[in-house]
């Protein structure tokens, strides 16, 4: 004889919750064998004496881990019968034992009335964490009370769904389908209770299902029920849709609960919409005037992180002169150096200023990166001297900048020769009250090199101990020697460098190699390179080797002079991964066919008298080279 058929609906499922298909089908099946144990043998002890130490070892770690978590879960079970007793208290019509949750109902509950039964589940249906109360009181009263499945039953079992844990919009769509079936009506409070389900657990096809039947039976949304569809939408990253959603809530004559404004705030913010989160931000506190509910410190610092986070000025500026300036909040110091940075690039000097004093009065020692912000600000604005005058500051405060902090002041400089003539003249005013630090001579040095040439520069730089007592430093000897191309200046700044104990640099020796490669006695260069292949820092070679162009620059002085020893340079400089082979052929071919034509004018005089072309043995690109040198023959 077949057995009874179990079918499990929507209204099952909510009514026992525990059950699905893989426990029927143990319950249903057929009972299986015990499984015999084998008789272990003499090695097997051994094992077992192993397994059982790490079982052992196993169940303390789990016990104290079942311990932490049974703790943790008193916490919130005790938290949660506070809450059932406040509501107990708000309801004392109501029988205690009937809102103290699953474990209360030993209470016989055949001495409460059906209709004080019903205002229970009214009462817990606006309740949090009472879906299992719900689910044990509904399904009482069908089996107990055999009531018939109603809309205040529905109504109860689709509020219940709202419980984060427990609760399923999937459910929620089978018990609207059973209600149809059941031909139950459905009531606009069970839209809104469905509306509230899916603000917790999205469901767009759900959600848009009863829209449109309240559309059609003209049901008109509240403002709850507006609210709830845009927590939807929000969970259901519908955006747009959502800020349009709000848009018209506000466009309506209603009060927008201020919690709402919050949640877009900190959804949008960690989004990085910033636009949309400033506007909304503009619109919070508005509402907080009317309502007197102002926005909470946790918010105005979330927001000033994530708008400092990613340099949005307007944001950062609004919040700052609201919430930090008046002291409302502190922020950290990462935050504060983005709003440092911020205010650098947009040269906002109070902004910047304000963030450093919060530094400074945390007893935070200042470093390069806080002074050169300051730089950037001042030579946005065009002011040089305040510029320069934190240079000197930095140096005040044991800080050495170089030329990595003077690349602002630079970009100004080297668009304007009087610009420039202006700094040096800056410089020789601050000597008097501050120390100057070479780094801002060496930024003038550099723009006085560009606009008016080494001549000028080395002149220059013989008054350099008139404007910084600390005298040059290796970055000074890199600014002159990057433009210089006479060996007589090249020998006086190196020898200058050796007298002041300034140590040279694989960059110093490659400017040096560099210039010695352009004279007719190039030998200084292999000197110049023998130096920097022997260099050691702590006692260990540092292998040092030219740069591109200085490596090509002596190939080809050695290629014009037929010297052997451009073999070895090239050599190393394929073990090097430098890639010079076709410059290196390309000269060779033109060497070679200025021999041709040597030989060819040899053989035939006539024809080399009626040749109207010039005949050298330098190719052009060392002809126009020489335009330097014949310039700058008086350094």
Known sequence: MPGERVVIDGLWRCLCPSVDITTLSKLIGPARNPRQRPIPSPIYNTQVTCRQ??????????????????????????????YLKRIAKRSPWIPGALLGGVNAFTYKLEKIPTKTIYAALKELSRAEGSYLSIVSLVEYLVKERKEVPNTLLYESLIRANVDKNHGSAQVVSHLLDEMERLRIPTTPQIYQAILEVTAVHPDYVLRNTVLFEMKNRWYSPTVDDLVNIIIGLLRD?????????LEELHKNPIIVPPWLYDVFLYTFGELGFHEETFSILKHRLRVANMTNEPLSPNAWQFLLDVFSRDAFYDGIKYIWDRSVTPGYIIPPDGVVMNVLNTASNHADAPLAI???????????????????????IHTQQKDLRKAFTILCIMAKADLRPDLSSTRSIFQILRESSSETDHALEILNDLKSHYQVPSAAFNVVLEATEIHHGIKAALDMYRSIRQICACGPDLETYHILLSHCTMRKSMNFLFAEMEALSIEPTQTT???LIRISSMQDNYEQAFQFLDKMKSAKTAGLPNNWWMSRNSALALIRRCIQAEDIRVQELIEECRKRDMFIDAEVQEWLDGVQKQKELAETNVNNPVEGVL?????????????????PNVMSGSE
């Not at 049974?70 to 019968?81: A, C, G, K, Q, T």
């Not at 109207?612 to 020489?626: A, Y």
């Open 53 to 82: 130490s790490w079982r052992e070892f196993r169940r303390v770690v789990s016990r104290s881990y079942d311990d932490r978590r049974r703790e943790e879960h008193d916490l919130v079970e005790e938290s949660r019968i506070q």
């Open 611 to 627: 040749s109207t072309e010039p005949v050298t043995t330098m190719p052009s690109d060392d002809i126009q080279g020489q335009g």
């Open 237 to 245: 990253n519908q955006y747009e849709l959502a800020l349009e959603k």
């Open 354 to 376: 304000s963030a450093i004093r919060i530094l400074s009065n945390r007893g935070r020692k200042l470093e390069l990166y806080h002074y050169e912000a300051l730089i950037d």
């Open 509 to 511: 020796y490659d400017h």
